[in-house]
């Protein structure tokens, strides 16, 4: 079980913030953000080469998650450092450093969407499930390749 103090606690509290509520898809984002930060190893010099391209449908609740990858990478619209591309099919997130070596592609598993739109049309809590998806073991939620 989480604890109010844990990291991954506090980075989707701060998203929250930043978004205004609570819900899976941002805990998606925040959990983008966090595993490709440790997987591109971007250190604090680093961090400002760090280019997000987000391809996902340009609606909610799967927007969401590009508030999650805001708050957690400092790649914003606004700093031009991420790219949002409109996909009626899938999630895929394309974290790049400005090093051909260092990019890194994360999709998110189909089932899982899927999973969230039933507990949602079963009457489920955006809380509710945001806290699930916040515990859900990370090879799960996604598939990780090299670009
Ligand atoms: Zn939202």
């Known amino acids: 079980m989480l604890k109010e103090n844990d990291t991954l606690v506090l980075k989707i509290r701060n998203a929250e913030k930043l978004h205004g509520h609570l819900g899976p898809f941002l805990v998606i984002g925040v959990r983008m953000g966090i595993l490709a930060k440790r997987i591109l190893n ?9 280019r997000v391209t987000a391809r996902l449908p340009l609606l909610t609740p799967f927007s969401c998650i590009i508030d999650g990858i805001q708050a ?76």
């Open 72 to 147: 957690t990478t400092q790649c914003t619209v606004g700093n031009q450092k991420l790219r949002v591309e409109d996909s009626q099919a899938q999630i895929t997130v394309y974290f790049k450093l400005q090093n051909p070596d260092k990019a890194l592609k994360v999709h998110v598993n189909p089932k899982i969407i899927d999973e969230l739109k039933n507990r949602y049309s079963t009457g489920a809590s955006n809380e509710e499930l945001a806290w699930e998806v916040a515990s859900m073991p990370e090879s799960l939620l996604f598939t990780i390749g090299k670009q």
């Open 42 to 50: 971007t250190n604090v010099g680093e961090s400002n080469k760090l």
